[in-house]
């Protein structure tokens, strides 16, 4: 910590502070200072292994917010997203991946149900979550073999039986 107050600009020292709060379980801590390196140079090879880590932290708080069966706001969201591009061309499916890919590049908050992202082939605000959603749900629906980084498969797998359900009426 007072290598980072030495040299606030030093994305190594940001580093191994973040790593370590995060190996000591302080998850708050290390988030905030994985994103202080993005902060000082978002292009840096820092700042990319950083992105890294704010994804797998989202993921683990993803998780543990919703315990082993999944939330329902992220099976909500997919359901949405599955009902957005329901009879989409795939041209159209993959332009909206795309956007959201690059939006996803400069991270946002799975955690946060704010609606604070916009899209320009998409009106109305979204969530981090509804972008994740987005994102996974589009990506299996035109590639399933890649893997987008965010594993919502329980939640899609729910999403699509509801789907289902919801179109055999």
Not at 44 to 52: D, E, M, P, T, V
Not at 96 to 116: M, Q, S, Y
């Amino acid at each position: 910590m007072r290598a980072t107050e030495l040299n606030p600009k030093d994305q190594q020292a940001f580093f191994g502070l973040a790593e370590a709060y995060r190996a000591a379980g302080k998850l708050h801590e290390a988030d905030a200072a994985y994103r202080q390196i993005v902060a000082i140079d978002e292009f840096s090879q820092f700042a990319q292994l950083a992105k890294q880590q704010l994804s797998s932290l989202a993921h683990v708080g993803f998780v543990m917010r919703g315990g082993g069966a999944g939330r329902p706001d992220a099976v909500m969201a997919c359901l949405s997203a599955l009902e957005h591009f329901d009879n989409l061309p795939q041209e159209a499916i993959q332009g909206l991946l795309f956007e959201i890919a690059v939006l996803g590049a400069k991270g946002w908050n799975v955690n946060d149900p704010t609606p604070r992202y916009e899209l320009r082939s998409m009106p109305g605000k979204f969530s981090g979550l509804q972008l994740a959603s987005l994102l996974y749900v589009g990506m299996k629906l035109t590639t399933p073999e890649r893997d987008c980084g965010f594993d919502l498969a329980a939640e899609y797998e729910t999403a699509k039986q509801l789907f289902e359900k919801k179109r055999g009426k």
